[in-house]
């Protein structure tokens, strides 16, 4: 508000070093704080003076630089657009290179900040010769660097198969697996996270990373002490898991779903997330893979999520995960059925808290309607008769139709429980398919026990 922006204008100009290099620090600080400073600083015409001089000036003024342009890129990709308009990208290019590991930092920095807003952004980073050097950083012995350069590895990657396929050309896959063992947690995030952004694009992405053979060593990091280790190592797993039932196979054979359930059991909250999706993505792509699953003691864990968890996108994903699992044949919904999973699903449905996200109850609905039309074992389906709304209701009478003209013990059982007189109970549309089903059911009866 005083117009100091202007008065440090002209001092980024000073003959003097250490004047240019703090007033570059001042005007980062004053940008790093807010959007509308952001904004101020690039109006008052400061990004061309800042990098006019930069490839002849010390790496202090340079790291320096780096940051000014760091803290107006991270707040808007408006604000990230002026810096690529500047020139500011080719600047940052030659910092890069520098010999000073700091230096390099702040570039790499900046090119993160810049990558992460949209695809144009991180083509623009691409097209100015990023990549390579980055790849180029990631093999330097400074830890903090390799971190910056990996995270900014990740910014650029996650926006399409394109842009990712950039990075894997310029050979980073190999590089970031060989430090997935690495002690430092912090760049082991971050590397977990560059290599499932390439994975997550496309089949053949995914294969690349497989075949930098990170499996079994990724497994270690579910165990890992650092909560987002445990969650990135999840989701890489996740990303490769969801393409396709060979790659879902390989997981399988290297005790990766084991490894999952454990992680899902040791952590509680979003960190579980990942893992109880990659549970269902390998249930289904097939009857066999789903009961990998199920033999692994898969089930348990996902049920203590729905009673456990707070979080409706939690809930809904690991109903989600169940339903997948039971879709497939009797035998698989009887598993999830013996695991008492229906009447907690159906709780969570009918409770009236959980009604106002309408997406999670279609997700519950929707794990119900999967798990019902394929369990044939009424023991667990009978209790559900007497609380179930109508529209769940038909699913869990279309099973009772299915299997008491079949099975005189069940047919029996139904009586004596109260299965039967419940059935009568049904108010039902005449001519619907619930009709129909109970039609079926009293057929298997003699009229007066009906009666």
């Known amino acids: 508000n005083s117009g100091v922006v202007c008065l440090l204008r002209p001092l980024l100009l000073d003959v003097v070093p250490s004047i240019r290099q703090t007033t570059a620090l001042a005007l980062g600080r004053l940008a790093d704080y807010d959007v509308d400073l952001a904004e101020a600083v690039v109006k008052a015409g400061i990004l061309p003076q800042l990098i006019c001089a930069l490839p002849e000036e010390n790496r202090y003024y340079k790291k320096t630089a780096a940051f000014v342009l760091r803290a107006i890129a991270k707040h808007s990709p408006q604000l990230a657009q002026a810096i690529v308009q500047c020139g500011a990208l080719e600047m940052l290019v030659i910092c890069l290179e520098d010999f000073d590991p700091g230096v390099k930092e702040g570039a790499s920095w900046a090119f993160g900040y810049i990558a992460r807003h949209n695809p144009e952004l991180s083509q623009a980073v691409v097209d100015a010769g990023a990549v390579p050097l980055l790849v180029l950083c990631i093999q330097e012995p400074e830890i903090a660097l390799k971190r910056i350069a990996a995270s900014t590895l990740s910014d650029i990657s996650k926006h399409s198969p394109e842009l990712a396929q950039t990075v894997v050309d310029a050979g980073a896959i190999a590089h970031l697996a060989q430090m997935i063992p690495n002690p430092d947690?912090?760049?082991?995030?971050?590397?977990?996270?560059?290599?499932?952004?390439?994975?997550?694009?496309?089949?053949?992405?995914?294969?690349?990373?497989?075949?930098?053979?990170?499996?079994?060593?990724?497994?270690?990091?579910?165990?890992?002490?650092?909560?987002?280790?445990?969650?990135?190592?999840?989701?890489?797993?996740?990303?490769?898991?969801?393409?396709?039932?060979?790659?879902?196979?390989?997981?399988?054979?290297?005790?990766?779903?084991?490894?999952?359930?454990?992680?899902?059991g040791s952590c509680r909250g979003t960190v579980r997330l990942p893992g109880i999706m990659t549970l269902g993505y390998v249930a289904a792509h097939s009857e066999n893979l789903s009961m990998a699953v199920i033999v692994s003691k898969g089930i348990p864990p996902l049920c203590v999520c729905l009673v456990e968890e707070h979080e409706d996108h939690i809930k809904a994903a690991a109903a989600w995960a169940l339903g997948q699992i039971g879709r497939h044949t009797a035998e698989h919904a009887r598993h999830v059925a013996v695991a008492n999973v229906l009447p907690t699903l159906l709780d969570i449905y009918v409770d009236t808290r959980s009604s106002e996200d309408l997406k999670m109850k279609a997700s519950?609905?929707?794990?119900?309607?999967?798990?019902?039309?394929?369990?044939?074992?009424?023991?667990?389906?009978?209790?559900?008769?007497?609380?179930?709304p109508p529209n769940i209701m038909k699913h869990i009478i279309g099973q009772f139709s299915k299997v008491l003209p079949h099975d005189s013990k069940a047919r029996r059982l139904f009586v004596t429980t109260g299965g039967l007189k419940k059935v009568q109970e049904i108010k039902a549309e005449p001519g619907s398919l619930l009709q129909e089903y109970i039609n079926t059911i009293n057929n298997c009866y003699p009229e007066e026990i009906v009666r």
Request: glycine share 2%.
């Open 364 to 388: 519950i609905f929707k794990a119900l309607k999967n798990i019902l039309q394929k369990c044939t074992y009424l023991p667990a389906l009978e209790p559900l008769l007497h609380e179930a």
């Open 185 to 264: 947690a912090k760049l082991k995030r971050q590397v977990l996270s560059a290599l499932s952004q390439i994975a997550k694009h496309s089949v053949d992405l995914a294969e690349l990373v497989v075949e930098a053979e990170i499996f079994p060593v990724v497994l270690t990091c579910l165990k890992d002490s650092d909560e987002y280790v445990k969650k990135n190592g999840a989701t890489l797993i996740r990303e490769i898991a969801k393409h396709t039932p060979e790659l879902s196979q390989l997981i399988v054979n290297s005790g990766g779903v084991a490894a999952v359930i454990d992680c899902i």
